[in-house]
């Protein structure tokens, strides 16, 4: 299951996962990229965005588009205007720091049962991000796409 909006900020095509979810047992074989690719294919977008407090669907994106934001970087002006235009506008999400990309208290609970895990995502959420998953935080991902 996958659910996906169309936004327009400025110039900037951006396709926005809602939501997907993949049965356990046929997670880890590439189909959250598989269906991602596929429904970029509708269109000519400019970026993927999406908002999670999963590290796994942060590593997952990284290897669909050319930059993901937020990272260790200094966040590009336009990027944090979409990411902040989408949390505000879209989400209409109350706690978000524009800087950081995160909102707290955004679910209220944590999502999981346990938190899924990725060595290359685990460190930027919990030591930089550091993203409160008991609080429900979360963080709004946006995608540079090639």
Do not use: C, W
Request: proline share 4%; aromatic share 10%.
């Amino acid at each position: 299951f996958s659910s996906y909006d169309t936004l327009r900020i400025g110039d900037a095509n951006i396709l926005y996962l809602n939501g997907i979810v993949v049965r356990r047992a046929f997670q880890k074989e590439g189909i959250f990229s598989d269906i991602n690719k596929r429904a970029l294919e509708i269109d000519t977008f400019d970026y993927i965005a999406m908002r999670t407090q999963n590290p796994v669907v942060y590593a997952a994106t990284q290897k669909l588009v050319e930059n993901i934001y937020p990272n260790t970087l200094p966040m590009p002006e336009n990027i944090m205007h979409i990411g902040s235009m989408i949390a505000k506008e879209h989400l209409h999400m109350q706690e978000f720091d524009p800087n950081t990309f995160v909102g707290r208290r955004t679910y209220g609970v944590s999502l999981y049962d346990r938190v899924p895990r990725h060595e290359r995502a685990d460190t930027f959420f919990d030591d930089v991000l550091k993203l409160d998953y008991t609080a429900g935080d979360s963080v709004v991902l946006v995608g540079k796409l090639q």
